[in-house]
């Protein structure tokens, strides 16, 4: 996966340095004419073609926005992966000032269709930290575990056990009689081949968890200060959520950087 990120990340600086080739320096006046600021005096700049420093590059079919901002480049998309919306986020300093990048900064807006409706606010979800993740992933695991290894300690095997034999009675005054006898029962004992199988069930499930444990906590994007010509890359989590519109925020050097996600409308 690091080797993937760095080819990302090779990717995304030559597309870069071929679009400054290609068009000259960055204009800063223009660039900062794509910054808009709310009501509250946050700053932030919406993904959108005809914006200035906005671009984009597809890799391995994944399309990634690039912002080409004053002094660093940054890009990013989001996939759904099952059980979290995961942000993919590279950033690049072009710059001679460090850049102390927070990912616990991001967030993600979230309009419902009933939110579209009435013209109500979004619901804002900031990240989840990966060791949160990684957590609910285990105790997961192991509630899963205790009930396999329940159910194989339960697990029974009846056998059917026949006894026969010859008998001889005899009575006080010395007369006797000869006879046979046919016994069957039927004899409850644990079923060892299901406790194994619940044992080699819990071992695969345990191994799993650790495997996609290991690749959220690996992947994760941690808070980094980024000096010149250094880069960093990584995910961003954030809890899975349905949509008729979804903003992705990334904040850097107090500005936030955002892609408009907009669900197709049904037919």
């Known amino acids: ?45 919406l993904w959108k073609p005809e914006c200035k420093m906005c671009d984009y590059v597809t890799t391995d079919g994944m399309m990634y926005r690039i912002f080409n901002a004053d002094g660093f480049t940054l890009a990013f998309q989001m996939e759904n992966d099952g059980d979290y919306y995961v942000a ?31 013209n109500t606010n979004p619901t804002i979800y900031f990240a989840i930290p990966a060791e949160k993740i990684a957590a609910k992933m285990e105790r997961r695991a192991a509630w899963g575990n205790f009930f396999t290894a329940l159910s ?7 056998t059917d056990v026949r006894t026969t034999g010859k008998v ?6 010395g007369n006797s009689a000869n006879g046979t ?10 079923d060892t081949e299901a406790q194994r199988r619940a044992d080699n069930k819990i071992a695969a ?20 200060t980024i000096f010149q010509n250094q880069k960093i890359g990584g995910n961003i989590y954030f809890p899975k959520k349905k949509f008729a519109e979804l903003m992705l ?4 050097k107090n500005i936030t950087y955002i892609i408009l996600y907009v669900q197709p409308k049904k037919k």
């Open 1 to 45: 996966m690091k080797f993937y990120i760095s080819i990302i990340l090779i990717s995304i600086c030559a597309f870069a340095a071929s679009a400054q080739l290609q068009n000259g320096a960055p204009n800063t006046a223009e660039v900062k004419t794509d910054v808009a600021t709310t009501e509250k005096g946050n700053s932030f700049v």
């Open 88 to 118: 993919n986020v590279y950033l690049v300093n072009n710059s001679e000032q460090r850049i102390d990048f927070d990912p616990t900064q991001s967030s993600m807006a979230i309009w419902t269709e009933s939110d579209l409706k009435k």
């Open 152 to 158: 194989g300690a339960m697990a029974t095997r009846e």
């Open 168 to 173: 001889r009675v005899t009575d006080n005054s």
């Open 181 to 190: 006898y046919n016994s069957t029962a039927t004899v409850t004992t644990s």
């Open 205 to 224: 499930n345990n191994e799993r968890t650790t495997a996609i444990t290991r690749m959220y906590l690996n992947n994760n994007l941690k808070a980094n």
């Open 249 to 252: 925020g990334i904040k850097v």
